[in-house]
């Protein structure tokens, strides 16, 4: 068995013989505050449904399936889920353990099968995920890495998406645009998310000229 620690108290990564081996419970240590408690399992061709389809640069065997806890914006925790690239589990987990420690609120976390791989449904619901395998909303000449499963929308609502047309994802997100405002669900230079997602080695669309502020990948790209 190896154990993974990581960089803060917020986790105690345990897993089994592998990070996402097969089938990998991984159980969060520290009482103190919420914890993550987080499981790693295959993913089930339910919680794959319309995401994934043959063709796609990653197999069903490549992605994994994580459970885990994080705030929600009623100051209570709740339990989302997240499909991941296998090599992603790792870095995610750490960054939702410390964005729980610090209680940043997450509006709900959903697999993209509940919304049938619809990117512009998930965002509108103001939905935070990662694998979908589809092109790039608003540029469907380019793949994105959410096909890989090594990218994250966080709280899309409040973190809109802006395309090359310079057309707003989700339309309501427009309202937060002026991010001088500091409402509940943003995401700011230097706070627990960017300054996490920074140490895992993921990059922010934040600073994209035009910006995607919900969108971290792990090699700093959309596509």
């Known amino acids: 068995m190896s154990k993974i620690r990581s960089r803060t108290a917020a986790t105690l990564v345990v897993c089994a013989v592998t990070l996402c081996g097969l089938p990998g419970p991984v159980a969060v240590a520290r009482p103190s505050g919420p914890v993550l408690d987080a499981v790693v399992t295959a993913v089930p061709a339910a919680k794959l449904g ?127 645009l002026d991010r001088s405002q500091q409402a509940k669900g943003m995401i700011h230079p230097g706070d627990v998310i960017t300054h996490a997602m920074s140490e895992a080695g993921w990059q922010w669309g934040g600073p994209w000229d035009p910006p995607d502020y919900q969108h971290f990948s792990a090699n700093g790209r959309s596509a």
């Open 50 to 176: 319309l995401s994934w389809h043959p063709g796609c640069p990653v197999p069903p065997s490549g992605l994994r399936l994580v459970q885990m806890n994080h705030w929600g914006f009623d100051d209570q925790v709740h339990r989302g889920e997240l499909v991941v690239r296998e090599r992603a589990v790792a870095p995610l987990l750490e960054v939702f353990g410390r964005a729980l420690q610090a209680k940043f609120p997450i509006r709900q976390m959903r697999v993209m099968a509940e919304f049938d791989g619809d990117d512009e449904a998930a965002m509108a619901a103001d939905n935070t995920s990662a694998f979908n395998c589809r092109a790039v909303t608003g540029d469907p000449s380019h793949v994105s890495e959410h096909s890989y499963g090594d990218a994250v929308d966080i709280n899309t609502l409040e973190n809109p998406y802006v395309d090359v047309n310079e057309e707003v994802y989700p339309e309501a997100g427009a309202a937060f």
